[in-house]
């Protein structure tokens, strides 16, 4: 069965860093590619980020320009568990934040919610002095 368990949210001041992961399990990115998203109360979720594996050691990602130049995308060795390094954190980074999984073979865009298979449970990210 294809799960997915986020982990490593938390409190930190505006200005900190944190590293969320996302361990995938049942599966690796070799046949699925992983999206960030995030809800902030009372908002839409939105896409943060997304990777895809395009070369025997090569990822591609892409960034919601919101947080271009702050987060990263990366992945283990194994491709089985993602993470999303995000610095310089501002209030507005304030959200839960899940990922999810789709087929290689599925076209459209990565911020089409709609297109993905799994979901994890999510992990808040809260931004605050």
């Known amino acids: 069965q294809l799960q997915l368990v986020e982990s490593g949210g938390g409190l930190v001041q505006p200005g900190g860093s944190l590293r969320l992961a996302c361990a995938a399990s049942g599966f690796t990115l070799d046949y699925y590619n992983i999206g960030w998203f995030r809800q902030a109360p009372g908002k839409e979720r939105e896409g943060v980020s997304y990777?895809?594996?395009?070369?025997?050691?090569?990822?591609?990602?892409e960034y919601a320009d919101s947080v271009k130049g702050r987060f990263t995308i990366s992945t283990d060795n194994s491709g089985n568990t993602v993470y999303l390094q995000m610095t310089s954190l501002k209030p507005d980074d304030t959200a839960g934040y899940y990922c999810a999984a789709r087929p290689r073979t599925i076209v459209g865009t990565w911020k089409n919610q709609g297109l993905y298979d799994y979901w994890g449970q999510g992990t808040q990210v809260t931004v605050s002095s």
């Open positions: 990777i895809t594996k395009v070369g025997r050691n090569t990822n591609y990602a």
